[in-house]
């Protein structure tokens, strides 16, 4: 239905030089539906994920959270969404409980510092609140970054290889988050090569080859397209006539 989705993604094309990165990508996401975005490394998965957080901008297309143009309204958009990128760049002198209290006073979220605090206890973070960050492992960085993301109750969630780092305690948290971010009416975009984990979560899945689009939609309609496999096996059949050529 017009307006129903959190974000909206119309022709999003990326070229560098003579590379193309993304190629004319469609697609639409509401409340509530998970995303999975999967494809062979290169296949311009993080590079759409960078334009739909609106770090970079894409070379034709656009990209509309809750009906505004990240491209022409940066600031109100970013405002709805929120982005773990696969290497999260911490503030080093920060302290663990510092970061939380600075994003939720940087996206002026009310209840953020009771909602940090919360996200602390929740990814085994508690011990490490006055930590700087640069004492903290791969994964508690991780960790940290999910938590920050939460801060301010976001309508679009993106996190590209969110399980970087975790152990599986830490995954199933994570996922837990995930679903917990959907129901109360989050999007959230998925982006990994752990298959089976973001099987587990996914409604939707999109498949990425050379920057085009092979599969958009709902994962059932996925199966049924593809003589009703499993996510690994499904990937498999929908890529292995391509080569894996590089792009960002």
Same mark, same amino acid.
Request: charged share 25%; hydrophobic share 45%.
């Given at each position: 239905?017009?307006?129903?989705?959190?974000?909206?993604?119309?022709?999003?094309?990326?070229?560098?030089?003579?590379?193309?990165?993304?190629?004319?990508?469609?697609? =639409?996401?509401?409340?509530g539906?998970?995303?999975a975005?999967?494809?062979?490394?290169?296949?311009?998965?993080?590079?759409?994920?960078?334009?739909?957080?609106?770090?970079?901008?894409?070379?034709?297309?656009?990209v509309t959270?809750?009906?505004?143009?990240?491209?022409?309204?940066?600031?109100?958009?970013?405002?709805?969404?929120?982005?773990?990128?696969?290497?999260?760049?911490?503030?080093?002198?920060l302290?663990?409980? &510092?970061?939380?209290?600075?994003?939720a006073s940087?996206?002026?979220?009310?209840?953020?510092?009771?909602?940090?605090?919360?996200l602390?206890?929740?990814?085994?973070?508690?011990?490490?609140?006055? /930590?700087? /960050?640069?004492?903290? =492992?791969?994964?508690?960085?991780?960790?940290?970054?999910l938590?920050?993301?939460?801060?301010?109750?976001?309508?679009?969630?993106?996190?590209?290889?969110?399980?970087?780092?975790?152990d599986?305690?830490?995954?199933?948290?994570?996922?837990?988050?995930?679903?917990?971010?959907?129901?109360?009416?989050?999007?959230?975009?998925?982006?990994?090569?752990?298959?089976?984990?973001? &099987?587990?979560?996914?409604?939707?899945?999109?498949?990425?080859?050379?920057?085009?689009?092979?599969?958009?939609?709902?994962?059932?309609?996925?199966r049924?397209?593809?003589?009703?496999?499993?996510l690994?096996?499904l990937?498999?059949?929908a890529?292995?006539?391509? =080569?894996?050529?590089?792009?960002?």
């Amino acid at each position: 239905m017009p307006g129903s989705a959190v974000v909206e993604v119309t022709g999003l094309t990326k070229d560098y030089d003579s590379l193309r990165a993304v190629d004319g990508l469609t697609l =639409s996401l509401a409340p509530g539906r998970v995303l999975a975005m999967v494809g062979p490394n290169g296949a311009g998965k993080t590079t759409t994920l960078r334009m739909m957080a609106g770090v970079i901008r894409p070379t034709s297309g656009r990209v509309t959270l809750q009906g505004i143009d990240i491209a022409a309204d940066p600031v109100a958009a970013k405002r709805r969404l929120a982005w773990v990128p696969h290497d999260p760049q911490l503030f080093d002198t920060l302290t663990v409980r &510092e970061h939380l209290r600075f994003v939720a006073s940087a996206w002026d979220a009310p209840d953020g510092l009771a909602r940090g605090e919360a996200l602390l206890q929740r990814f085994d973070l508690a011990d490490k609140a006055e /930590a700087a /960050a640069h004492t903290l =492992s791969t994964g508690m960085r991780q960790k940290l970054a999910l938590a920050c993301a939460g801060v301010h109750t976001p309508d679009l969630l993106m996190l590209d290889e969110p399980m970087n780092g975790l152990d599986p305690r830490a995954i199933r948290t994570m996922k837990a988050f995930v679903r917990e971010e959907a129901e109360r009416g989050a999007a959230v975009v998925i982006s990994s090569h752990l298959l089976g984990v973001v &099987e587990d979560m996914a409604t939707d899945l999109l498949i990425l080859v050379k920057g085009k689009c092979r599969f958009v939609g709902p994962i059932e309609d996925a199966r049924a397209a593809f003589a009703g496999q499993g996510l690994e096996e499904l990937f498999f059949t929908a890529t292995e006539s391509e =080569s894996s050529g590089a792009v960002p």
